[in-house]
């Protein structure tokens, strides 16, 4: 995995199939232009990468911190730093700014492999956005969290405010975070349903919880998960009747697959060991 490595993102392998990525920018993961550029770059290399990687874990690699949020030199760039230029001249240039970050920190929903966040520490304003971004995420009990964003001077633009109406299921905490970039809980956190476990401990609690999640998924058919998180953003994205139709669709190819006839046999056997699955794109 050394072809997917970069300055600020360690990258290893603790299981078969399974990826471990923790941000490793000194000393807190405040991100720079660089660094979200490498970040959002790694995970679309992971959507079309050779080897055969079905799970991948997001965590952090400093023990008290996740993400501090985008460092302040970047921040002072989003108001543009030319205060000759034309206003409307300046905005085109800071929209595109944004949408490049934007699209950076959306990439793990992209990626067609499923992303799990493992949070721990101080998870600040973009690290929501990144989180947000990702499948499914675990809180270590040690976490704190805030919408920094309305203390900065602005509203937070980078994906929290477009991903937690749709992915938390209490819209007034919601707003409530929002407004006051108030320091919130893991506790709090799983209450909203930005998290799904909390996992007492910190750091290598978390992170191994995460692991063992991503083995498990790992060892399923990976057209079958692959699919399962296509139709899913699909789904968040359109009706039910729409998604519906498409799933027709996406399905009248995927249940061709010898996966499919796997899984049923060692259901049928039950097997106490899994089917071994193909890779998704065999090398030619």
């Known amino acids: 995995m050394t072809s997917l490595g970069s300055k600020y993102i360690k990258i290893s392998s603790p299981a078969p199939h399974v990826l471990l990525l923790e ?8 991100f720079t232009s660089e660094f979200w550029k490498e970040y959002g770059c790694t995970f679309d290399a992971l959507s079309t990468h050779p080897d055969d990687i079905r799970a991948v874990v997001l965590s952090s690699a ?3 911190v996740f993400t501090a949020g985008l460092d302040f030199q970047g921040l002072m760039k989003l108001g543009g730093n030319d205060v000759t230029m034309d206003p409307a001249r300046r905005a085109f240039l800071t929209r595109d700014l944004i949408l490049d970050i934007q699209r950076a920190v959306a990439a793990p929903e992209r990626c067609p492999i499923p992303v799990i966040a493992a949070v721990h ?27 920094k964003e309305v203390d900065m001077g602005l509203a937070a633009d980078v994906g929290t ?23 919130f809980s893991s ?5 909203l349903g930005l998290v799904s476990r909390v996992v007492g401990g910190g750091r290598e609690a978390v992170v191994a919880a995460a692991l063992q999640l991503a083995r498990d998924i790992a060892s399923k058919s990976p057209v079958a998960v692959t699919g399962t998180k296509h139709l899913l953003l699909h789904a968040r994205d359109h009706s039910v009747a729409e998604n ?41």
């Open 23 to 30: 941000l490793d920018r000194q000393p807190v993961n405040a």
């Open 62 to 64: 400093f023990p008290k």
């Open 121 to 147: 520490g101080i998870v600040i304003g973009l690290g929501i956005d990144i989180i947000s971004a990702c499948d499914v995420r675990y809180a270590a009990s040690d976490a704190k969290f805030s919408i």
């Open 161 to 183: 405010l477009a991903h937690l109406p749709k992915i938390t299921g209490n819209h007034s905490l919601v707003r409530e975070l929002a407004y006051t970039g108030r320091t």
């Open 187 to 191: 506790d709090e956190a799983e209450k």
């Open 244 to 284: 519906l139709q498409y799933t027709a669709i996406w399905n009248s190819a995927a249940v061709q697959t010898a996966d499919l006839e796997q899984a049923v046999k060692a259901g049928m056997t039950k097997s106490k060991e899994s089917p071994k699955f193909l890779p998704l794109r065999p090398k030619l």
